[in-house]
């Protein structure tokens, strides 16, 4: 049972360019979540899908997209990073909205 | 909505003393109440969790937290800190369709 996994664990990217961060999670959970984390701001909501087939914003919407590929998967994609994105990414699921979530280890990203 | 206040961003403590988090919510009506821990470049692992049973909620770690209504509080402690308690902790909320959480403290262990 490895819970909710993240890859990659790094990343450097240059502006402009995109990638897809990955999350993946055992638990059978219906709802799942990414923030990212930045020094001083805690943590902030991006998007999070309450179930299966559905995805929602959160706080920071702007310049990322998601995926609820299937009900263990939810990706996060960057179209075209910026600076302002550099941080440090979390993925985590909860069983129904509002519950205990479970994090993943997180992606360091740094955008140059 | 939900917000969460953790007093102080900055906790040191000596080993063996009493570890002391302070967290209060906005919130008029019970809610689920969380405390996360996350050590160096690591994801939040939970440590206990309020869910309008018992007030005094016993975690992980030998942390517990004490849910009182009138204050709005969700204090967490520790009676003796350990080198291992370093670390920073989240105070969260269940705030309708999410968790909403504190800014963080972070705990320094000292010899």
């Known amino acids: 049972n490895a819970g909710v996994t993240q890859t990659p664990k790094f990343q450097v990217l240059k502006t402009g360019q995109s990638m897809t961060l990955q999350c993946a999670q055992d638990?059978?959970?219906?709802?799942m979540y990414w923030y990212r984390q930045d020094p001083g701001m805690g943590l902030r909501l991006i998007y999070y899908?309450?179930?299966?087939?559905?995805?929602d914003k959160g706080e920071v919407p702007n310049g990322y997209n998601v995926s609820r590929l299937n009900k263990r998967e939810f990706s996060l994609r960057l179209e075209s990073a910026a600076p302002s994105q550099t941080s440090v990414y979390f993925c985590?699921?909860?069983?129904?909205?509002?519950?205990?979530?479970?994090f993943g280890p997180g992606t360091r990203l740094t955008v140059t | 909505a939900q917000s969460v206040t953790q007093l102080g961003s900055h906790v040191s403590v000596s080993e063996g003393a009493l570890v002391l988090l302070r967290c209060n919510y906005s919130?008029?009506?019970?809610?689920?109440l969380f405390w996360y821990v996350q050590y160096p470049n690591q994801g939040l692992q939970l440590l206990l969790k309020y869910t309008s049973a018992a007030t005094l909620v016993k975690g992980i770690n030998g942390f517990e937290a004490e849910f009182k209504k009138s204050e709005t509080s969700f204090h967490l402690t520790k009676p003796s800190a350990h080198m291992s308690d370093a670390a920073e902790y989240f105070c969260?909320?269940?705030?309708?369709?999410?968790?909403?959480f504190g800014a963080g403290t972070t705990v320094t262990v000292r010899a």
């Open positions: 899908s309450a179930s299966e087939g559905t995805t």
């Open positions: 638990m059978n959970h219906n709802s």
């Open positions: 969260a909320v269940s705030d309708d369709y999410k968790l909403s």
């Open positions: 919130s008029s009506v019970p809610p689920y």
């Open positions: 985590a699921s909860s069983e129904q909205e509002a519950y205990e979530q479970y």
